[in-house]
């Protein structure tokens, strides 16, 4: 039987920002939810667009994994989403903030010019 992939996995950068809010909100026993939207975005990441949250408890119908020490969850169909991707934090002067990178995404289909 083949082993599932993780939900998610982080980059050491975003690991330790979600460590820093979860202290700075005095929440280090809550979750961490993704949650996966249709419509926006460009076709690249398959116009999803992600929303994270920290959440006292799951819900009867969410999937929750523990993912290198943080406890993570997301609705059944969102995790099927996100199954394999990879969170990362970005600083740069054009953009700060959490990037999905979603591998279950096809780009060929891409007509901004990124890929």
Same mark, same amino acid.
């Given at each position: ?11 050491? %950068?975003? $690991? ?18 993704? %949650? ?12 999803? /667009? ?8 799951? =819900? %009867?119908?969410?999937?929750?994994? %523990?993912?290198?020490?943080? $406890?993570?969850? *997301? ?7 996100? /199954? ?21 995404? $096809? ?5 901004? =010019? *990124?890929?």
């Amino acid at each position: 039987m083949q082993e599932l992939q993780p939900l998610v996995v982080f980059t050491p %950068e975003a $690991r330790e920002k979600i460590g820093q809010v979860l202290e700075q909100e005095k929440a280090t026993d809550s979750y961490l939810k993704i %949650e996966v939207y249709q419509g926006g975005g460009c076709a690249c990441s398959g116009g999803y /667009r992600y929303a994270l949250s920290l959440e006292k408890l799951p =819900g %009867e119908a969410d999937v929750v994994e %523990e993912v290198g020490g943080l $406890r993570v969850m *997301a609705a059944k169909a969102d995790a099927e989403v996100l /199954r394999g991707s990879k969170i990362d934090f970005v600083e740069s002067l054009q953009r700060t903030g959490f990037k999905i990178d979603n591998p279950n995404v $096809r780009s060929d289909s891409c007509g901004c =010019g *990124a890929h």
